[in-house]
C-alpha cells in the first residue's frame, strides 16, 4: 500500500500521459504509419523476422498484448515509451524536489514526449527505457538491471546514449560513481577517445535551437531559477550542465543529420528542472501554486495544440489527409510555429506515403516500386506484407543478371511483370 501511494503521482502522469496519446490518436490522420523507420519494423515482422533489429524485437515482443496484430504493436511501442518516460520523470521530480506530481503532470502536457509517442520507431521506447534505467540507479540494489535496460535502450536507438551521463547527478556516493563508471565502461569506452572532437556538437547545437524552440526556452527558465535556489545544492547545477554536455553530445555524434526530434532524449531534465524549481518555491503558497502551474500547464497545453495543428498542416499539404478536429489555436501560440519547416514532416514520412499506403492495402496482386530515398518505399511494402500481398524491389542489384546491361534488365523486367 504504501509502494503505491508513493508511486501514485507518476502513476496518475502515465495514465494522463496514455489519455493523451490516444485523444491524439483518435484525433490526427495517422493511419499511413509514420515514423522513423518504422515501416520497416512492420515489414520484418509480417515477414516473420523479428530480428530486423532490435526495436522490431520490442514490437515482436507485444504481439502478445496485440492478439498478433502487427500495426497494433507498433503503435503500441512508442505510446509505452512515452508513457514510460512520463512515470520516470515524475519518479526523478519526486527523488530531486518532493515534486512528483507537478512534474508528472507537466511531462505528460509536453508535445515532444507526446510527439514522439506517436511516431511509430524506436526513439520513444529508447527514451523510456534509459530514463527507467536511470531512476533506478538511486539504487544500488537495482543496479545491474538499471544496466540492462541502459543496453537495450542503446541497441534500440544511439539517441539513448546520451542519458547514461545523468547517473552522474543522482545522490550517489564517491565509491558508487566510481563503482557506476567501471561497470559502465562497455558503453562509453569506444566513444571516450573521440570526445576531444565533440567541441563542435555544442557549435551545432547553438545552430539547430533557436529562441523560439521550447526546448530553449526551457534551458533558459530552469537555469534562471537555478540562480535564485536559496540551498544551492550542487545536484541540479551538474545536471543541468550535463543536459547542455548530452545534447552538444547528440549534435556530435549525429552530425549533419542532427534533428531537433533526436535532441528531445537528452534535453527533458530542462523540464524537470523548470517543473520541480516552481514547485519548490511555491509550496509555502497554496494560492501561488495554483496561478504559478495554471499559467505553466496552460502554457504547455497551448504549446502542445499549436504544435500539433501545425504539424498536421503540413501532412494537409503533403500527403492530402483529411483534417481533423483540431481547432485553431490562438495566433499568439500558433505564432512560435509558423516557421515550421518541411523537414519536421519529411523527417518521420516519404512524400506520399499515404498515398503509398492505399495503394498497397488494394493491390491484392501485388505491387513493385524502385527505391526511394531512405528506403521510403516500405511504406508501400508494409501495408502489403500485413496482408500477405506479394511485392518486390526494383533495382538492379536485385533484378539484373551478370553481363546484362541497365536497358536489357529493364525491358526483360517490364515484360515480366506485365
Not at 101 to 108: K, L, M, R
Amino acid at each position: 500500500m504504501n509502494a503505491v501511494k508513493t508511486f501514485l503521482p507518476s502513476i496518475f502522469a502515465a495514465l494522463l500521459c496514455a489519455a493523451n496519446l490516444f485523444c491524439l490518436h483518435a484525433t490526427l490522420d495517422l493511419q499511413a504509419w509514420y515514423g522513423p523507420g518504422g515501416v520497416k519494423s512492420i515489414t520484418a515482422l509480417a515477414e516473420g523476422y523479428p530480428q530486423w533489429d532490435w526495436s522490431t524485437w520490442f514490437m515482436g515482443c507485444l504481439l502478445v498484448l496485440s492478439n498478433d496484430n502487427i500495426p497494433l504493436a507498433a503503435r503500441l511501442s512508442p505510446l509505452i515509451g512515452s508513457v514510460i518516460t512520463v512515470f520516470s520523470l515524475s519518479v526523478m521530480g519526486e527523488k530531486m524536489f518532493g515534486q512528483g506530481w507537478v512534474v508528472g503532470i507537466s511531462a505528460a502536457l509536453y508535445a515532444p514526449i507526446l510527439w514522439l509517442g506517436i511516431l511509430i520507431g524506436g526513439d520513444a521506447i529508447a527514451m523510456g527505457l534509459s530514463y527507467l534505467g536511470l531512476i533506478l540507479f538511486y539504487n544500488l540494489w537495482w543496479i545491474a538491471f538499471s544496466l540492462l535496460l541502459f543496453f537495450i535502450a542503446f541497441k534500440i536507438k544511439s539517441i539513448a546514449l546520451p542519458t547514461l551521463s545523468y547517473v552522474f547527478a543522482t545522490r550517489m556516493r564517491i565509491r558508487f560513481i566510481i563503482l557506476t563508471a567501471v561497470l559502465l565502461s562497455p558503453i562509453w569506452i569506444n566513444h571516450i577517445r573521440s570526445l576531444r572532437n565533440a567541441t563542435s556538437g555544442f557549435f551545432q547545437l547553438w545552430d539547430v535551437l533557436s529562441p523560439s524552440d521550447t526546448i530553449f526556452q526551457l534551458a533558459v527558465t530552469s537555469f534562471v531559477l537555478l540562480l535564485f535556489k536559496r540551498r544551492k545544492r550542487r545536484f541540479p547545477f551538474i545536471l543541468w550542465g550535463l543536459t547542455i554536455f548530452a545534447m552538444a553530445y547528440s549534435c556530435w555524434y549525429i552530425g549533419d543529420k542532427i534533428r531537433i526530434r533526436y535532441l528531445i532524449p537528452a534535453s527533458l531534465p530542462f523540464l524537470v528542472l523548470t517543473a520541480g524549481l516552481l514547485g519548490t518555491y511555491s509550496r509555502r503558497f497554496f494560492g501561488l501554486r495554483v496561478i504559478v502551474f495554471t499559467l505553466f500547464w496552460g502554457l504547455l497545453l497551448m504549446d502542445g495544440w499549436s504544435f500539433f495543428y501545425t504539424w498536421e498542416t503540413k501532412f494537409i499539404e503533403n500527403e492530402g489527409v483529411q483534417k481533423s478536429a483540431l481547432p485553431t489555436p490562438p495566433k499568439i501560440f500558433l505564432s512560435r510555429y509558423a516557421k515550421m519547416r518541411g523537414l519536421e514532416h519529411s523527417d518521420v514520412s516519404a512524400i506520399g506515403a499515404l498515398s503509398l499506403h492505399k495503394l498497397s492495402l488494394r493491390s491484392q496482386k501485388g505491387a513493385a516500386i524502385i527505391p526511394l530515398r531512405d528506403t521510403r518505399h516500405y511504406h508501400l511494402f508494409a501495408g502489403l506484407a500485413v496482408n500477405q500481398y506479394p511485392y518486390r524491389e526494383i533495382s538492379p542489384e536485385q533484378c539484373c543478371r551478370p553481363q546484362e546491361s541497365e536497358r536489357e534488365c529493364a525491358l526483360r523486367v517490364l515484360q515480366s511483370m506485365n
